[in-house]
């Protein structure tokens, strides 16, 4: 099935500096992939998506860009905030094409934490 | 904006008891998920539901494990005898398909003594 790789955490940075956290995936074709985040105490809130090849996906200043060739979907935020510190998970389907019910697979998570 | 709700948000209960986990998925919703989350670890996936019955399992749902969607509203997760590796945030999901983004609660952190 497929499966994602994301780079081991935690991260650290001050307001304001570039964020980058990094994920590859392994799939079958080309499915959905999606940034999922986690305030401390919350659940999971999607955070963006993208559903097709050189797609980017964006919100709250985050911007991830669903790159086919080097199976790649990077979040990225130019200027962090404090409030901005959470957990960040990478995850797509498990399984593209053919029967597929759903099932999300998960990174292991980046703890990003962001001083003022 | 529709939202997945959990409940109970904290549920404590002694190894050995059974336990359920109520989850309300968004109403057009046809896909319904269960995931646990160990205490720092990643998000698992535990069980997708579709049409009123299982569609996959992970490995963890094992005999102990059970789900149900009792009323066309309710999905429920139950736990027939607890184990205290069963301790977790555990987390319902629904969606529209199969293909796109997962809807999640705010989860159930279950603790098991």
């Known amino acids: 099935g497929n499966s994602v790789t994301q780079m081991e955490g935690p991260v650290t940075l001050s307001e304001e500096a570039f964020l980058t956290i990094n994920c590859t995936y392994t799939?079958?074709?080309?499915?959905?992939l999606f940034w999922y985040v986690q305030y401390p105490g919350e659940g999971l809130q999607l955070l963006l998506k993208?559903?097709?090849?050189?797609d980017k996906g964006s919100n709250k200043g985050f911007e991830a860009t669903y790159r086919k060739e080097t199976t790649s979907f990077h979040l990225e935020k130019g200027s962090v905030q404090v409030s901005d510190s959470a957990v960040y998970f990478c995850?797509?389907?498990?399984?593209?094409?053919?029967?597929?019910?759903?099932?999300?697979?998960f990174g292991q998570g980046t703890i990003l934490t962001v001083h003022p | 904006e529709p939202e997945v709700t959990q409940t109970p948000s904290h549920q404590v209960t002694q190894m050995g008891q059974e336990v359920i986990l109520r989850c309300v998925p968004i109403s057009n919703h046809l896909y319904f998920y269960w995931y646990r989350q160990i205490l720092g670890q990643k998000v698992e996936f535990l069980v997708s539901f579709y049409n009123n019955e299982i569609s996959e399992k992970s490995e963890i749902f094992d005999d102990q494990f059970s789900v149900e969607r009792p009323d066309g509203s309710n999905f429920t997760l139950k736990i027939r005898s607890t184990k205290l590796e069963d301790s977790a945030m555990y987390f319902c999901?629904?969606?529209?398909?199969?293909?796109?983004?997962?809807?999640f609660g705010p989860g159930t952190r279950l603790t098991v003594l």
């Open positions: 999901a629904s969606s529209v398909d199969s293909y796109n983004e997962q809807f």
């Open positions: 799939a079958t074709g080309y499915p959905s």
């Open positions: 995850a797509l389907p498990s399984n593209a094409g053919g029967t597929s019910y759903g099932k999300l697979t």
């Open positions: 993208a559903t097709k090849a050189d």
